[in-house]
């Protein structure tokens, strides 16, 4: 298992298909993962084997997921107590890249950049969390304000392990946005509800001026 997860380009795969219902072809990893398609298979291969991935063909067209819900705890795990690996992050083309990651984009599967920050801020105003004894933990006030967004809180740590909630700071610690299960449930109701979509090539989640507008209303922006 340590051996699968030694790599780079693997790490990069995996975190790729964080996510409800993500699946991608060899061909796309590949691309995500910067390699060849002989090394590609390679990876997949060994990710396979160690029972990260699972593989299955429709048709002409082979598809890549996430094995089972406790690779994903394991996952997020790891990441929690891990620096940003270096080189893992898809590369930006441009200027507007940059920006458009600056404002909304997935990390491992969460709400990160501008607008992640501000979901967090506004539970935080809320007294969504409080400090328990393995860490953050929602409040009764955090359960009914995500159950009224649709998120089955029971059905998620049912399905889930690993952290519920937690601080996330993916780039600077004065800018955390929501990690954990719950964040990346949130996050699929945003994508379900047409309120973003993910960029094809890269990180970043374009909001529609509806969905920026529906953010706004379910998650306040907190002035300072």
């Known amino acids: 298992m ?5 790599d ?3 790490v990069s795969m995996l975190i ?3 996510g409800e219902g993500t699946r991608r072809t060899a061909t796309e990893l590949a691309e995500v993962a910067g390699v060849s398609p002989p090394t590609a298979s390679n990876h997949l291969a060994k990710l396979t084997d160690a029972g990260l991935l699972e593989r299955t063909r429709e048709g002409r067209r082979c598809y890549f997921t996430i094995a089972s819900n406790g690779v994903v705890g394991a996952l997020d795990a790891l990441m929690a107590i891990s620096e940003p690996i270096e080189g893992v992050d898809l590369p930006m083309d441009d200027g507007a890249a940059e920006r458009a990651m600056s404002v909304a984009r997935s990390c491992y599967g969460h709400l990160a950049g501008a607008l992640g920050e501000q979901v967090f801020k506004s539970l935080e105003a809320r007294n969504a969390f409080a400090e328990g004894p393995s860490g953050m933990e929602l409040t009764p006030r955090g359960r009914a304000i995500l159950t009224a967004q649709g998120l089955d809180i029971d059905k998620l740590s049912r399905a889930h392990k690993g952290e519920a909630c937690r601080p996330c700071a993916e780039r600077t610690p ?11 449930g949130l996050l699929d109701i945003m994508l379900a509800r047409g309120w973003a979509v993910a960029d094809e090539k890269g990180r970043a989640l374009h909001f529609s001026e509806e969905g920026r507008a529906a953010l706004d209303r379910s998650f306040p922006p907190i002035e300072g």
């Open 8 to 10: 780079k380009g693997r």
């Open 16 to 18: 790729s298909l964080l």
């Open 2 to 6: 340590a051996g699968a997860l030694a």
């Open 174 to 184: 004065e800018a955390s946005h929501l990690g954990g299960y719950i964040a990346r």
